[in-house]
């Protein structure tokens, strides 16, 4: 009787010690998750903040094309207006988010083609900085958004894991959205020379 205590005994704190270092790693995983989803939005505000300086030095040269700005100036106000917490990365919250980031990419590319019809625009040195600090904003954005789906991915393996799962369940840890292309991006862009 004393030997199958002590055997129960030594199941019962090897699944305790296995359940506090999954408990430790699975909110390891979900912090690591929140800090790059802090990354991710770090640079979206590094182009959000860029955007009024861009607006302003092609103003200067396009007064009339009013309507542009304007679409850019609403799309940024909704784009850092729309915000997700990390502990609310679902696959709509995620796409919400999303889809106000390409709403501020396509007034973007409508505002950056005003300068075909301005050529003193293009020689400009402010606009061409302006530009490739927008250029570079964006592919941090690529970068981060890259980095998040990985450590996302990371983090939903895990808890989806034997015996993770178990206490995944119990903690209420819930598998975290992934960033996905948008269906216009889908299709190969028309190149016309």
């Known amino acids: ?22 408990y430790n790693r699975m909110v390891e995983k979900q912090e690591a998750v929140a800090a790059q989803w802090g990354n991710v939005q770090n640079a979206y505000q590094r182009r959000a903040n860029l955007i009024p300086n861009l607006v302003n030095t ?4 396009a007064a009339h094309e009013q ?9 940024r106000a909704k784009a850092t ?23 501020l990419s396509q ?19 402010n606009f061409l900085a302006l530009q490739d600090e927008l250029a ?15 450590t996302a991915q990371d983090y ?3 808890i989806r894991k034997f015996p993770q799962v178990i206490y995944a369940k119990w903690f209420k840890f819930e598998s975290k959205a992934y960033f996905e292309a948008t269906p ?5 862009p028309e190149v016309v020379f």
Do not use: D, H, W
């Open 184 to 188: 216009e991006s889908q299709a190969a």
């Open 81 to 103: 207006q729309t915000t997700v917490s990390p502990e609310n990365l679902t696959t709509e919250s995620l796409q919400e988010y999303q889809q106000a980031q390409n709403q």
């Open 1 to 22: 009787m004393k030997k199958l205590s002590f055997i129960l005994l030594l199941v019962i704190g090897a699944m305790a010690l296995t359940g506090c270092q999954g």
């Open 107 to 125: 007034a973007l590319g409508r505002l950056l083609l005003i300068q075909e019809n301005y050529p003193e625009l293009k020689a400009n040195q």
């Open 136 to 150: 570079g904003t964006e592919n941090r954005i690529s970068v981060e958004r890259n980095k998040f789906n990985q």
């Open 67 to 75: 309507e542009t700005f304007t679409q850019v100036t609403e799309a």
């Open 156 to 158: 939903n393996a895990y």
């Open 58 to 61: 092609v103003k200067g040269y």
